[in-house]
């Protein structure tokens, strides 16, 4: 060879050596045989071994003794054409590399060049991105409910209502008919209005009907309005109904379970037709407003009784939700009752507190008129207290059993009577005893009939 031409080799050996060494990825090259020829510097680093441990070696040898998790240049040999992988070193990087086979004249792999490329970082950010982006989404669903929360001062620090307000969530934009169940006062009704304060038609009507309250007559008129002229004493104008009058909004129907029967009809063939005709009128409208309807009745022992129609029964229990008693959840207590006092001090320019014999007291009653029942509770203590802390005592004035006006009892039906006199002796025989054995000998009957009973009224039992 000519001394020319040697020089220039040398020269080009020298550059190829400097380009090994200067490229940010680490290069590799080995022969047919997958044996290690050449490496630049930075591979020591990415394998975590010098380049004495890895020249001169089989890559099959260093992929058995777990230097590299796959070796690419075996992969390569195996497949026979060029292959990226992505590869866990014994150096414990993440490494993105890329063999290229160089095929001689018999096509045989001659050798083969790997480029890798250490994305340990990459990887490590792009893992760090996605969880940071999860957590972003659920701080923003979770500042969402809470802000939507606050706004309506919604209790639901127990496990129950917890679901509960996520299941109005999910629920909140679809326009499926709502049943809200739940005893007198656990809040149905506010519970209506959030659905709606969340939900798409919050900036449309939201209106209310008591269909226990209204008498049928005017009733009908009140949900389908009327043409002019439609009756005697209708007014000449005519009138809206409440599906017409609520638009894209939403009609709360309270006490459903006091619907008359034949109301009962019409409405069904409002909610199965989605179009209502006013009295005396001939053509109809659409009925684009979203249902919620509620109740404190047990609808299916109404329809056992023939009181409420099945069919109806069934339309409106779509999305049935029942708001548990407050005695059931005694988490909220706190809450609700902190709240209502802050409302209160705020009201009447107080700074009461409670003792903490006071919150034991409040913890230990039973609630049968739940939230409105603690509400009105709260308002009377903060009244009747003289200094800043309200004491025990005066809750327990407060909740003695039959002090309510008994002396001016509305008129209800007998069973209806019995039914909350039964529970207002089990309520205080319970509060007073608290073990059923007690409660069944105070009482004068079996423990088996308390047991019962209890269970009946879904009263919280403590047998100690
Ligand atoms: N989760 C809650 N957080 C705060 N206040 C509540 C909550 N639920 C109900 N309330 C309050 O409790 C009171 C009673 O609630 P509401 O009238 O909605 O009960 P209800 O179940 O509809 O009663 P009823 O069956 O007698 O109509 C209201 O003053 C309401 O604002």
């Known amino acids: ?28 090259i080995a022969d047919g045989e997958g044996v290690f020829t050449r490496l630049s510097k930075s591979c020591e680093k990415m394998f975590g071994a010098p380049e004495t441990e890895i020249i001169g070696k089989s890559a099959f040898l260093l992929e058995k003794q ?23 070193t014994a150096a414990n990087k993440t490494v993105l590399v890329t063999g290229t086979p160089i095929f001689n004249k018999e096509k045989k792999i001659e050798k083969i060049i790997n480029i890798s490329k250490d994305i340990t970082e990459t990887k490590k950010l792009a893992s760090d991105l996605k969880r940071l982006q999860t957590e972003h989404e659920w701080l ?42 739940g005893e007198t006062g656990v809040g149905k009704g506010f519970m209506a209005n959030m659905i709606h304060s969340i939900s798409d038609r919050k900036d449309m009507p939201f209106i209310s009907i008591n269909c226990g309250a209204i008498p049928e007559s005017l009733l009908e008129s009140e949900l389908f309005g009327y043409e002019k002229g439609a009756f005697t ?5 005519g009138k809206k109904g409440l ?10 129907l309270d006490e459903i379970g006091d619907m008359p029967l034949s109301l009962q009809v019409k409405l069904l063939h409002v909610l199965d037709d989605r179009k209502v005709r006013r009295i005396g009128g001939s053509s109809s409208f659409k009925v684009k407003c979203r249902i919620i309807a509620a109740t404190n009745k047990e609808l299916k022992e109404l329809v056992k009784n023939g009181e409420f129609r099945e069919d109806l029964f069934y339309r409106l229990n779509v999305v049935p939700i029942t708001i548990p008693a407050l005695r059931e959840r005694k988490e909220d207590l706190l809450f ?30 039973q609630y049968p008129g739940n939230i409105r029942e603690l509400e009105n509770m709260i308002e009377r203590l ?11 005592e005066k809750i327990y004035e407060i909740t003695e059993p039959f002090q309510s006006n008994s002396d ?32 069944a000998k105070a009482l004068k009957i079996d423990q088996s009939t308390v047991v019962k009973k209890a269970k009946k009224l879904k009263l919280e039992v403590h047998d100690r």
């Open 66 to 88: 777990g230097f590299f998790s796959t070796s690419v240049t075996c992969e390569v040999i195996r497949r026979n054409k060029r292959v990226t992988i992505i590869q866990k």
């Open 140 to 181: 923003k669903q979770e500042l969402l409910k809470r802000t939507r929360l606050e706004r309506g001062k919604v209790a639901s620090e127990s496990p129950e209502m917890k679901s509960i307000i996520d299941l109005i969530h999910h629920i909140a934009n679809m326009d499926a008919i709502v049943l809200l169940l």
């Open 233 to 237: 004493g209708a007014s000449k104008e």
């Open 408 to 439: 001016h009892q509305e008129i209800i039906p007998l069973k209806e009577a019995v039914e909350q006199l039964e529970r207002k002796l089990l309520l205080s025989a319970f509060q007073k005893y608290k073990t059923t054995r007690r409660v």
């Open 1 to 28: 060879m000519e001394n020319n031409q040697l020089e220039l080799y040398k020269d080009a050996f020298e550059d190829l050596n400097s380009i090994l060494d200067t490229s940010f990825g680490a290069i590799t």
């Open 382 to 392: 903060v009244i009747n207290t003289m200094g800043d802390t309200i004491e025990a």
């Open 243 to 252: 599906f017409e009058t609520a638009g894209n909004g939403t009609v709360f």
């Open 336 to 365: 609700l009752a902190n709240m209502f006092l802050d409302k209160l001090n705020t009201k009447y320019k107080m700074k009461k507190i409670f003792s903490e014999e006071a919150i034991k007291a409040l913890f230990d009653y």
